[in-house]
């Protein structure tokens, strides 16, 4: 059972946001908090697996909270904001947030987000994926690196390739005709033989060795 906690000044988001994951079996929604000063005292009383935090709230911000949180070892973030800007997205990251997505993600993302920043990985929403790789990456010349996925078999390079270009385990499942549950045995595969962290890192090793390149198709 994953143990969420609920972050938003608006108590209708909230609601929507409970009722997505009230239909889920393995998903337990154990509070609720209204600003970032009560999430960070129920993340330290509750110990939840997963917050879902809003950014923009009176007090104390979703950004501070999350540092807090974090810090504290209390919950792993996903930050969910309506603002699309690069500021919220790296002073997310850079705050220890697992998960960055916007708050038109559909039900089914939402839920799998959940999961995947439950399982240890972060995961970005694809309509951000292109501003990280061009702040991670800089713009200059790469050198193709095949050592670099020499270990990696031919669908693992595939799959890898699909996740640079931002796409969900939901939708490389479906470009490749096979289940979600083998494209999660795929990442998992690549990010343990590449000794990656998380879909970031995988995202900017793909650009860094020249899987992909800047102008290729993202999805979002």
Same mark, same amino acid.
């Given at each position: 059972?994953?143990? /969420?906690?609920?972050?938003?000044?608006?108590?209708l988001?909230?609601a929507?946001f409970?009722?997505i994951l009230?239909?889920e079996?393995?998903?337990?929604?154990v509070?609720?908090?209204?600003?970032?000063?009560?999430?960070?005292?129920?993340?330290?009383q509750?110990? =939840?697996?997963?917050?879902?935090?809003?950014?923009?709230?009176?007090?104390?911000?979703?950004? $501070?909270?999350t540092?807090?949180? /974090?810090?504290?070892?209390?919950g792993?973030?996903i930050?969910?904001? $309506? &603002?699309?800007?690069?500021?919220?997205?790296f002073?997310?990251?850079?705050?220890?947030?697992?998960? &960055?997505?916007?708050?038109?993600?559909?039900?089914?993302?939402?839920?799998?987000?959940?999961q995947?920043?439950?399982?240890?990985h972060?995961?970005?929403?694809?309509?951000?994926?292109?501003?990280?790789?061009?702040?991670?990456?800089?713009?200059?010349?790469?050198?193709?690196? =095949?050592?670099l996925?020499?270990d990696?078999t031919?669908?693992?390079?595939?799959?890898l390739?699909?996740?640079?270009?931002?796409? $969900?385990?939901?939708?490389?499942?479906?470009?490749?005709?096979?289940?979600?549950?083998? /494209?999660?045995?795929?990442?998992?595969?690549?990010?343990?033989?590449?000794?990656?962290?998380?879909? /970031?890192?995988?995202?900017?090793?793909?650009?860094?060795?020249?899987?992909?390149?800047?102008?290729?198709?993202?999805?979002?």
């Open positions: 059972m994953m143990r /969420v906690l609920l972050v938003d000044d608006q108590d988001v909230r929507g409970r009722m009230s239909v079996s393995d998903i337990e929604v509070g609720e908090a209204a600003d970032g000063e009560k999430a960070v005292e129920l993340a330290l509750l110990r =939840p697996d997963v917050v879902l935090m809003d950014v923009q709230m009176p007090g104390m911000d979703g950004i $501070t909270a540092q807090k949180i /974090v810090a504290a070892d209390a792993k973030v930050i969910l904001t $309506t &603002f699309d800007r690069d500021d919220y997205l002073e997310s990251l850079g705050a220890g947030a697992s998960g &960055f997505l916007l708050k038109n993600t559909a039900p089914e993302d939402l839920v799998e987000a959940i995947v920043v439950h399982s240890g972060a995961l970005l929403a694809p309509e951000v994926t292109r501003r990280v790789i061009k702040r991670f990456t800089g713009g200059g010349e790469r050198v193709y690196r =095949p050592d996925i020499a990696l031919e669908r693992e390079r595939e799959v390739g699909l996740i640079a270009r931002g796409l $969900t385990n939901t939708e490389i499942a479906n470009q490749l005709y096979v289940g979600e549950a083998t /494209v999660k045995t795929h990442v998992s595969r690549v990010l343990l033989k590449l000794g990656l962290r998380d879909r /970031v890192q995988a995202v900017v090793f793909a650009y860094e060795c020249g899987l992909v390149t800047p102008g290729d198709d993202l999805a979002g």
